[in-house]
């Protein structure tokens, strides 16, 4: 499948792949957050990617070089299949594992919010000390999987900005 962002036509891929033809290797929740560091001009130079399963939002912010949490050896595949067939050197990306030290402090945090509110918790603990003061952290969600519990357990680590 197809998509375009900034002029140019990306084909991202699923790993595996699936052939249901329903499935496609980005959600509503990724074209939205593209969609908000678009409108908000928004481009930080040192950027971490969490939970971009089939490596999308790293592929098409590649230029970027981010960082991306690989959670999954299907995860990292996608992303090399992916970023070749776009003919962006692997090395554009930094892969980090999960319980990784973060190296570096970020400027710009992409979490597409799991479904697992355990999980989201710990990923803010794991990168709430690699932030400066003025970073920007940009969390998006499935409506579908919206909970009043996101929103306080977010504000128990950030000033909200709707």
């Known amino acids: 499948m197809h998509f375009k962002y900034e002029e140019k036509n990306f084909a991202i891929e699923r790993y595996p792949s699936s052939n249901n033809k329903s499935l496609k ?8 957050l593209l969609k908000y560091l678009k409108e908000n001009n928004i481009s930080y130079a040192k950027r971490i990617i969490y939970n971009d399963r089939f490596g999308f939002l790293s592929t098409i912010l590649s230029k970027q070089q981010p960082n991306i949490i690989i959670n999954y050896k299907s995860q990292e595949k996608s992303l090399e299949i992916n970023l070749k067939k776009h003919g962006i050197d692997l090395n ?48 998006a969600f499935m409506k579908k999987y919206f909970s009043s519990q996101i929103l306080k357990i977010t504000n128990d680590y950030f000033d909200l900005h709707k």
């Open 25 to 32: 290797a980005w959600s509503a929740t990724d074209e939205y």
């Open 92 to 139: 554009t990306i930094s892969k980090t594992r999960p319980l990784d030290k973060l190296k570096t402090p970020f400027d710009l945090v992409l979490i597409k919010i799991p479904k697992s509110l355990d999980l989201f918790r710990f990923q803010l603990i794991l990168f709430h000390g690699s932030l400066y003061e003025v970073s920007v952290v940009v969390c």
